[in-house]
């Protein structure tokens, strides 16, 4: 059974670098047909892909964060990383772990996040 | 980006209802739409991919349809377990995106 795990700060102080590592247990993060999400919920609000990594280490981030967002992966661990630097109070969210799944369906590649980790809560303030 | 638009933003049903939330993507997507169930704490739950394919483990009474720009989620039989928070997502082209969610609440 494949599971995901986050862990990180749950404060980081505005202008600093938020730093989460998401564990993989029950599969290798090197095997199959996935890629590796990080997605993320401010209270009340809906939920924000930001960004992607595949195993060969080839990355999609989302353009309204990109220029703030790495996404890397350590396959000697089974894990795989966000670093979101100069957060605001609007990066306050909870950030959740996420395996993105390729299926072909009707001969068409698609995607799904078929595992999430729980989740955890990460607050921006001095 | 596509903006996706879920309708409606929350409802009130009892056991046993038929379900149906509608989401609306702001241009075609083809077929390429899912379906997530959330509840408070908990990792959100895949529950059908490219629109209409169900999950597997997910209970039949849910299933899902729609094509282009227009998809519905729908429940035939509410159960208790099923009171929680539902969103679409597109993955059509990235940045993936999702609609902004449908409480399903306990009338």
């Known amino acids: 059974q494949v599971q995901l795990q986050e862990s990180g700060p749950g404060l980081v102080k505005p202008s600093q670098t938020l730093s989460l590592t998401c564990t993989v247990s029950?599969?290798?993060?090197?095997?199959?047909?996935?890629?590796w999400s990080w997605i993320r919920q401010p209270a009340g609000k809906g939920l924000e892909w930001i960004g992607r990594?595949?195993?060969?280490?080839?990355?999609n981030y989302n353009p309204s964060l990109k220029s703030r967002v790495t996404i890397s992966l350590d396959t000697s661990k089974n894990q795989f990383s966000l670093r979101l630097s100069s957060v605001t109070a609007t990066d306050t969210a909870v950030y959740y772990c996420?395996?993105?799944?390729?299926?072909?369906?009707?001969?068409?590649?698609?995607?799904?996040?078929?595992?999430w980790g729980q989740g955890t809560m990460v607050t921006v303030s001095s | 980006d596509i903006q996706m638009t879920q309708s409606p933003s929350s409802l009130s049903a009892s056991v046993g209802d038929r379900v149906t939330i509608t989401c609306r993507a702001s241009?075609?997507?083809?077929?390429?739409l899912n379906w997530y169930q959330h509840k408070p704490g908990k990792a959100p739950k895949l529950l059908i991919y490219a629109a209409s394919n169900l999950e597997s483990g997910v209970p039949s009474r849910f299933s899902g349809s729609g094509s282009g720009t227009d998809f519905t989620l729908t429940i035939s039989s509410l159960q208790p377990e099923d009171f929680a928070t539902y969103y679409c997502q597109q993955i059509y082209s990235t940045p993936w995106t999702f609609g902004q969610g449908t409480k399903v609440e306990i009338k």
């Open positions: 990594i595949y195993t060969s280490g080839s990355t």
């Open positions: 996420a395996r993105d799944r390729l299926t072909m369906v009707g001969g068409v590649d698609t995607f799904a996040f078929d595992i």
């Open positions: 241009q075609s997507i083809s077929g390429y």
């Open positions: 029950g599969a290798s993060i090197s095997s199959g047909s996935y890629y």
